[in-house]
């Protein structure tokens, strides 16, 4: 069964920094662009980074550019996103999936960022 395990969110204070992993059981996860997602209270799910098949060209939100950054394991199969800087609105939960082609969504990291 192909799942998506998100793990790593946490309560940090502004400024700080955290480190989510996304553990993919895709078999062929080396050849798809993986991308980080979030989702704030009563918002809609947005994509905030992604990262090419081979981990060489990566992509952000403007809100994220400069504090986020992702990067990826292929022999792991697992995509990672490191947060720093962080800000109270960018409290959600963190999501990981194929940006492509979008499985089932895991349960999600959250990330919650006080002032």
């Known amino acids: 069964q192909v799942q998506l395990v998100e793990s790593g969110g946490g309560l940090v204070q502004a400024g700080g920094s955290l480190r989510l992993s996304c553990a993919a059981s895709i078999s062929t996860f080396s050849l798809n662009t993986m991308g980080w997602y979030r989702q704030a209270p009563g918002k809609q799910r947005e994509l905030v980074a992604r990262?090419?098949?081979?981990?060489?060209?990566?992509s952000y939100e403007d809100s994220v550019k400069g504090r986020f950054t992702i990067s990826r394991d292929n022999a792991k199969n697992t995509v990672y996103l490191q947060m720093s800087n962080l800000k109270p609105e960018d409290t959600a939960v963190y999501y990981c999936?194929?940006?492509?082609?979008?499985?089932?969504w895991g349960q999600g990291t959250q990330v919650t960022v006080s002032s």
């Open positions: 990262i090419s098949s081979g981990g060489i060209t990566t």
């Open positions: 999936n194929n940006v492509n082609r979008p499985i089932d």
